[in-house]
């Protein structure tokens, strides 16, 4: 059993959570105000509103979500963003678009998996 401290950041912050019985990773949403457009090309952090406090000699790791790669496009820079034991800022999704179309990140919209 590991214990793992996780903070909310922002009022409107919807916490990691599994979706279901047999997730393997916790949905992280997006906690932005208004909706943030990610252009062809481009890459863009998307701030999840919550921070943790991971045991030393941890990590987190950040990972897509398949349906989003799937069907817009859109992938972690980098392929896995990494969550030290030391971070204590906000984490956040960094997404590239890597398709031909601009995609739209909506208020709460589920970016990514932890």
Same mark, same amino acid.
Do not use: W
């Given at each position: 059993?590991?214990?793992?401290?996780?903070?909310?950041?922002?009022?409107?912050?919807?916490?990691?959570?599994?979706?279901?019985?047999?997730?393997?990773?916790?949905?992280?949403?997006?906690?932005?105000?208004?909706?943030?457009?990610?252009?062809?090309?481009?890459?863009?952090?998307?701030?999840? &509103?919550?921070?943790? =406090?991971?045991? @030393? $000699?941890?990590?987190?790791?950040?990972?897509?979500?398949?349906?989003? /790669?799937?069907? *817009? &496009?859109?992938?972690? =820079?980098?392929? @896995? $963003?990494?969550?030290?034991?030391?971070?204590?800022?906000?984490?956040? /999704?960094?997404? *590239?678009?890597?398709?031909?179309?601009?995609? @739209?990140?909506?208020?709460?919209?589920?970016?990514?998996?932890?």
């Amino acid at each position: 059993f590991m214990r793992i401290l996780i903070k909310k950041m922002r009022p409107s912050c919807i916490m990691p959570h599994y979706a279901s019985e047999h997730a393997a990773g916790m949905d992280l949403s997006a906690c932005i105000d208004e909706p943030v457009t990610i252009h062809a090309g481009e890459t863009v952090l998307i701030p999840c &509103g919550f921070g943790l =406090a991971l045991p @030393v $000699g941890y990590e987190a790791q950040i990972r897509g979500r398949s349906g989003m /790669a799937y069907k *817009h &496009g859109i992938v972690p =820079a980098h392929g @896995v $963003g990494t969550i030290d034991a030391d971070y204590r800022g906000e984490i956040g /999704a960094i997404l *590239h678009n890597i398709s031909k179309q601009d995609f @739209v990140v909506e208020p709460q919209m589920r970016v990514a998996q932890m």
